[in-house]
């Protein structure tokens, strides 16, 4: 393995690390929050941390495919005919990742935007309804979908994993 490809490497595993740390923080944060605060004053702090959390979870996302896409270009060419052998759990980690990325978009575009710039649905100018009710149900749709792509990306990390030692 060349320099280039361990430091490819060592970047991706960080971005990795980044990424489900985040997720797992947030989603505990949320959690910790919804119990100690007010309604009103939990959807305020959590929009307010969301302006940074997202540009940040896209960030480390963008990072892992772009170093993911990099290294199997490499891994491809140096294992020739060979790169076969990494068909399943080589498809298993990138159906993962595809299914983590609509997670992620709909994370960001669909609730996240609707919370932060307060417009309604298709961004159609629609204010977001003033009660509490309707920012908390964001709010929970937004935690579920947070965990969820938790979940699938421990499931791509163990396919990374696998991709190494194989099943």
């Known amino acids: 393995m060349s ?6 490497l060592y970047v991706h595993i960080l971005a990795a690390c980044l990424y489900e740390g985040a997720l797992v923080f947030f989603w505990l ?12 004053e939990y959807a305020g702090e959590i929009v307010s941390i969301l302006r940074f959390y997202h540009p940040f ?5 963008g990072v892992l495919i772009m170093t993911g896409a990099w290294y199997l270009t490499g891994l491809k060419m140096a294992m020739g005919p060979a790169f076969g052998k990494l068909f399943v759990p080589l498809g298993l980690k990138l159906l993962t990742v595809f299914l983590m990325m609509m997670g ?6 669909a609730v996240g935007l609707r ?17 509490t009710e309707e920012r908390m ?15 699938l990306a421990l499931f791509a990390i163990f396919f990374g994993l ?6």
């Open 57 to 61: 979870v896209l960030i480390c996302m």
């Open 3 to 8: 320099n280039t490809y361990f430091w490819l």
């Open 115 to 131: 919370l932060t710039r307060g417009t309604g649905p298709a961004g159609n100018g629609r204010p977001l309804g003033d009660t």
């Open 104 to 109: 992620i978009s709909f994370q960001f575009f």
């Open 29 to 40: 944060l949320m959690g910790h929050l919804r119990r100690r605060l007010e309604p009103e």
């Open 162 to 167: 696998a991709l190494n030692k194989g099943f």
């Open 137 to 151: 149900k964001l709010l929970k749709t937004l935690e579920h979908v947070n965990l969820g792509n938790a979940v």
